[in-house]
């Protein structure tokens, strides 16, 4: 896909979801909200967010948008809705994700990537000439989700099931092609924040796995 097509291809995308992309930010800051602030449910709730986000951009994006552009999209849209159903079956039907910010360094950690997710994300691509409707957004695309929700799995007082981490690593690596092929250079934020929060999931999950 072509640069220019590509962020015409977002210009359309959004547009015609609109206002999906609202909805995505009310639910980021509820998942925060209540990830500092236990209330009622608010766990399972949190958990179903992230895997209707993953099922979204399986689903919609990939499967109904860029399958318009390559038949490949079929075979990666199949793969995000399998991990934003195997989110669901983890942490609500065993219940084995308990989300809690807290003050350590996973926690600080996971914030940052999500405001870099959230609100730096698109502001590089406005610097860059891509504003809204023509960039992607957290939610409604699938770089900006990866990085939430590798953030959302620091916040777990749970060891992550490892084979949770791989399919969203191997999607942040796979951003080179847009950040050398498309100049989408918010991604090289992605690929920092896969690589760090991967590297600090596996020290929490050794940690917990010694006490």
Request: with cysteine; charged share 10%; hydrophobic share 55%.
């Amino acid at each position: 896909m072509h640069a220019e097509r590509f962020f015409q291809f977002m210009a359309e995308y959004n547009t015609a979801i609109w206002p999906a992309q609202v909805i995505f930010y009310i639910l980021a800051v509820f998942f925060i909200f209540t990830s500092f602030y236990k209330i009622r449910s608010s766990n399972t709730i949190n958990i179903l967010i992230l895997s209707v986000l993953w099922v979204w951009n399986g689903s919609v994006t990939l499967l109904i948008f860029f399958s318009n552009f390559h038949y490949q999209y079929y075979l990666w849209g199949a793969f995000w809705i399998a991990q934003g159903l195997l989110i669901y079956y983890i942490g609500v039907v065993k219940r084995q994700i308990n989300l809690k910010i807290k003050k350590d360094v996973y926690s600080i950690a996971g914030l940052t990537f999500i405001v870099y997710a959230l609100v730096i994300y698109p502001m590089i691509g406005s610097w860059l000439g891509h504003p809204f409707p023509r960039g992607p957004l957290f939610g409604s695309a699938p770089c900006p989700t990866v990085i939430f929700t590798f953030s959302a799995f620091l916040f777990s007082e749970n060891r992550v099931k490892s084979y949770l981490l791989y399919f969203p690593m191997l999607w942040a690596l796979m951003s080179l092609y847009p950040i050398i092929g498309m100049g989408v250079y918010a991604d090289i934020g992605e690929i920092v924040a896969a690589i760090v929060a991967f590297a600090l999931i596996l020290k929490k999950n050794k940690s917990m796995s010694l006490n």
